[in-house]
């Protein structure tokens, strides 16, 4: 059985950036899809304009991508193992991929996770702006950082790119949110997992376990990312809520 679909421009967007977190994807059926990282710390869910009507995986989704790039508005035919890219006089045949040789969420693990999340309250909670996220890119084009912490820093909510790994005195940048907290805390993760699309976002984590969680909800589109925290990260023994600077 066929089933042809075309991708909207905000759906390639997304792909774009799912790309960047992992080169392959499981296409589910539904709207629903999500990627994760090799190592599977950090999974991301968006609820695509197209409706996915039968699974396939793609291994090389950049690639990909770049295919579809050079059309306009493709038609693309499921058919069997194989995905046809069409319009006008241009058409590609391109080979889907076995899904065990994929890498993709740990369903079961990141639902129970995921639903352990929503029954509890949050530790800490802020928002983090297009601006803010901008700002991040750029201040680690200029000099890269391998973490990010995200801290007290004199009473403002602030990101810090450092590298904890070099000596005491190696450079560190730090980009102040707009927003007070009363609290003390160190949470820290790597730089690589900071791989969001530019939006804004309500910021929402959790201790768990060694470590904690962090979620990402775009404010704009369904978009949410999900990372794990390095076990190093030091929460504030008190719950830490975080208002606006208004």
């Known amino acids: 059985m066929t089933k ?6 905000r ?11 992992c080169p392959h994807i499981e296409f589910r059926k539904g709207r629903r899809q999500a990627t994760t990282e090799t190592n599977r710390s950090l999974v991301a869910f968006y609820d695509f304009d197209t409706e996915i009507k039968n699974e396939f995986c793609i291994y090389d989704l950049p690639e990909f991508l770049n295919l579809i790039d ?10 069997e193992n194989k995905l046809l890219l069409k319009e006008d006089k241009l058409k590609i045949v391109y080979p889907t991929s076995e ?3 994929i890498i993709k969420p740990n369903y079961p693990i990141v639902d129970k996770t995921i ?8 530790d800490i909670e802020f928002d983090l702006t297009a601006d803010d996220i901008k700002e991040i890119y750029r201040l680690n084009r200029k000099i890269k950082r391998p973490d990010i912490a995200i801290e007290n820093d004199e009473g403002n909510i602030a990101l810090k790119l450092f590298a904890r790994n070099e000596y005491a005195n190696s450079t560190t940048l730090t980009h ?12 820290r993760f790597l730089f690589h997992r900071f791989k969001f699309l530019i939006s804004d ?16 909800s775009s404010k704009e589109i369904p978009l949410t990312y999900w990372f794990a925290l390095e076990e190093d ?9 975080v208002k606006n600077n208004a």
Do not use: A, C, R
């Open 176 to 187: 102040i949110l707009n927003q007070k907290t009363n609290h003390s805390f160190k949470l």
């Open 233 to 241: 990260s030091i929460f504030d023994s008190n719950e830490s809520e």
């Open 201 to 216: 976002y309500k910021v929402e984590i959790q201790k768990s376990g060694s470590s904690g969680i962090v979620k990402l």
């Open 11 to 21: 759906d390639l967007q997304i792909l774009t950036n799912f790309s960047e977190i």
């Open 115 to 122: 639903k352990n999340f929503n029954e509890k309250d949050n």
């Open 70 to 79: 050079l059309f306009e508005n493709p038609k693309i035919t499921l058919n």
């Open 99 to 101: 899904t065990n040789i």
């Open 4 to 9: 042809t679909f075309t991708f909207t421009d």
